[in-house]
């Protein structure tokens, strides 16, 4: 007989089923508050009643991915229930061919919902749970129509890959990965596996031949461990050369700060340091849309007074959330400096008719306006620079609604 606690587990998770008739923005946060509140409660029950929490948490995570599906919604929640449903299966493992059926289930038949990694189901699937799966997935693949490019259906090539990622044997991991070398992050899956193996060589092999491929993200996260590649076979100059031909190509902070994190390791920051800010510098001057960056690159060394003058060198090329927060970091020390910049930004936001919010923008500008001519005491300064506003903006009446309210 079920105790209390598990009758309340599962009416909560009743209250998770959603008529897919109600309007998608309705009642998310509520839904969303009901999920981590079931999220709690089997994490709960995993320490006292753990052979339940399986079954439980699968209808958890059924129910969810099928409201998801009629909601605009995050599936933050849902991803919080399949690691509970994880570690409740690792803790109370149930029939391993029915969680294999299922896993499969959602990976071939869900809408793209939830996400899983077979690694946290290894310990629950055992040799049976993987065979099972692998014979599926194999049945499948004769059948399955291939992509429009091709390949085999995406489900298919995950479970592949998975199965052979906790099978333990690398070398057919890395055959399976190695025939759908679509992206960095495959070759980067490859060169962990090999290093968690102790085959650096073998790995720094594979992160070369993968460094150009791929989108940015990906391709710099792959550098960033063949650097390290290299730093651990002693090879310095190889690793500071990789780092300084990328940031003198593309001077941006991202590049700076790689170069500076592989300098520090290497003991060779504080002679490159300033000749990297100067090549920043040059380019800012070539190029100044990368001002953003170059003042990024001085705030985070300290250089509170060189971000100001290259923003103040670089006005027009420069965000506004950037600008704010230049003279957020200035106003206190300099007050006088900020008036003009803050009266600029101002009517610059007061003339974005796109935006509906513009008004309430510019009357928080206003007010740390307000403290920066209190601070250089004149406060008759700024009433007469409001009242000069007021007249440019006479016919905004919405604005000078919302001004007459603010009290400034």
Sequence with gaps: MASVEVERVRRLIDGLRRDRRTHPHHGRREYSQLAMEVVAACELLIESEPAVVPALARRAVDLVTTALMYMNDSSAYLHALMNVHARACSAAPPDPKRLAAWLVKLRFD???????????????LGDKGRAELARVVEDSAKTAEPELDGKTPFGIRVLREQLAEISGDVDHYVTVLATDLYAASQ????VDALRNAGRPVDAENWALRGLGIGNPIDKGKLRDVYVD?????GATGEALAIRWQLFDQYPTQTHYTDLRRTTQRTGDWVG???????RLRDATTAQPALVDHLIGVLLDEGELDEAWQAAASHADALFESRWQQIIELRQPARPRDVIEPWQRLIQQRLDVSTDKYRYGKAIKMLRKLRDAYRATDDETGFGIYLDSLRDQHKRKTSFIAKLDSADL
Excluded at 110 to 124: H, Q, V
Aim: glycine share 6%.
């Design 272 to 278: 490159l340091r300033d000749k990297a800010i100067e």
């Design 229 to 233: 590649l290299l730093l651990d076979r």
């Design 187 to 190: 070759y980067r899956k490859i």
């Design 110 to 124: 869900g809408p793209g919902w939830p996400d899983f990694e077979l690694r946290d189901y290894a310990e629950a």
